[in-house]
Antibody, heavy 121, light 110 residues
Framework: QVQLVESGGGVVQPGGSLRLSCAASGFSFTTSGMHWVRQAPGKGLEWVTFIQYDENTKYYSDSVKGRFTVSRDNSKSTLYLQMNSLRAEDTAVYYC??????????????WGQGTMVTVSS | QSALTQPASVSGSPGQSIAISCTGTSSDVGSYNFVSWYQQHPGKAPKLMIYEGSKRPSGVSNRFSGSKSGNTASLTISGLQAEDEADYYCCSYAGTNTLVFGGGTKLTVL
């Protein structure tokens, strides 16, 4: 069935690094744009980054630009998020999601279950 | 990018209709018809309910509808049901290849 499964979350100290993975199945990953969206505990959703199907186009929110890097391996149907220089305010559940619109990024139509990242000393 | 503005909470009785507003600016909601809405139950991932302002994905009940006027988008839920109780988020394309979410609205079915 259509599925996104995130992994790689955990506890990391401020200034540390972590790499998240998102394994896709049940749909054409190689032709899908993909996002990472996060949600701090008890808070709302925040868009983090987008990568086009061919990895040629990447967008980042101002809050993570220069610290986070999105990438993908279409041969493995897997999306990645490399997070460096982590801060306490990066603590959140991180979701990967598929872009469902063919016109403009704005519609996350498939979501994973999320993976928790905690930045704490 | 500042978050879109949503009411913190709304409530309604079963069978009634409610509307959740999502107010942005002329740089996001007001300039683009790329607004989406999400339903999130506690401990679950969000679910896409509306995209491109008013389109429903396959499988979403026609009790859910979306609209926009100026800088404000709205999600209307008619014939409220107990299972509609959840948090709802709007999201808009904000130009320069960025997206912005609303702060979320907690819907209580009385």
């Amino acid at each position: 069935q259509v599925q996104l499964v995130e992994s790689g979350g955990g506890v990391v100290q401020p200034g540390g690094s972590l790499r998240l993975s998102c394994a896709a199945s049940g749909f054409s990953f190689t032709t899908s744009g993909m996002h990472w969206v996060r949600q701090a505990p008890g808070k709302g959703l925040e868009w983090v980054t987008f990568i086009q199907y061919d990895e040629n186009t990447k967008y980042y929110s101002d809050s993570v630009k220069g610290r986070f890097t999105v990438s993908r391996d279409n041969s493995k149907s897997t999306l990645y998020l490399q997070m460096n220089s982590l801060r306490a305010e990066d603590t959140a559940v991180y979701y990967c999601a598929r872009e469902g619109s063919t016109r403009a990024i704005h519609a996350f139509d498939i979501w994973g279950q999320g993976t928790m990242v905690t930045v704490s000393s | 990018q500042s978050a879109l503005t949503q009411p913190a909470s709304v409530s309604g009785s079963p069978g009634q209709s409610i509307a959740i507003s999502c107010t942005g600016t002329s740089s996001d909601v007001g300039s683009y018809n790329f607004v989406s809405w999400y339903q999130q139950h506690p401990g679950k991932a969000p679910k896409l309910m509306i995209y491109e302002g008013s389109k429903r994905p396959s499988g979403v009940s026609n009790r859910f509808s979306g609209s926009k006027s100026g800088n404000t988008a709205s999600l209307t839920i008619s014939g409220l049901q107990a299972e509609d109780e959840a948090d709802y988020y709007c999201c808009s394309y904000a130009g320069t290849n960025t997206l912005v979410f609303g702060g979320g609205t907690k819907l209580t079915v009385l």
